[in-house]
C-alpha cells in the first residue's frame, strides 16, 4: 500500500525556517515526480513545488520562488521542502503527493506567527 508520511511542521516566528520530510512506501518512489502542496482555511489547495523523478529541474508557486527549496533522495525515498524566510502567509497544512499516483500524505500544519 502506497504511504506518504510528512513531518516537520510546527509554529516558526515570520523570517524563520523549517524543513518538511516526506517519507514514500509501497511504490518504486524514484520513478514518480514528487510535490508539495499547501491549504490554508478558506483557500483552494496550491501547488508549491515539484521536482521530477529523478531531481534536476524544479519548479515553484510565483509566491515562494527565492525562498523554498524541494528536493529529494531516492535512496530515503524521502522528498524534502526547505522553507526559508517563511511569511505568515505560508501558514498552511502541507501535503505532498505523487501526483500520477493520486496519493497524498495526512499533512504537516505550519503556521508561521510571533
Known amino acids: 500500500q502506497v504511504q506518504l508520511v510528512e513531518s516537520g511542521g510546527g509554529l516558526v516566528q515570520p523570517g524563520g525556517s523549517l524543513r518538511l520530510s516526506c517519507a514514500a512506501s509501497g511504490f518504486t518512489f524514484s520513478r514518480y515526480r514528487m510535490t508539495w502542496y499547501r491549504q490554508a482555511p478558506g483557500k483552494e489547495r496550491e501547488l508549491v513545488a515539484s521536482i521530477p523523478s529523478g531531481g534536476g529541474i524544479t519548479n515553484y508557486a510565483d509566491s515562494v520562488k527565492g525562498r523554498f527549496t524541494i528536493s529529494r533522495d531516492n535512496v530515503k525515498n524521502t522528498v524534502y521542502l526547505q522553507m526559508n524566510s517563511l511569511k505568515p502567509e505560508d501558514t498552511a497544512i502541507y501535503y505532498c503527493?505523487?501526483?500520477?499516483?493520486?496519493?497524498w500524505g495526512q499533512g504537516t500544519q505550519v503556521t508561521v506567527s510571533s
Open positions: 503527493s505523487a501526483p500520477t499516483l493520486g496519493s
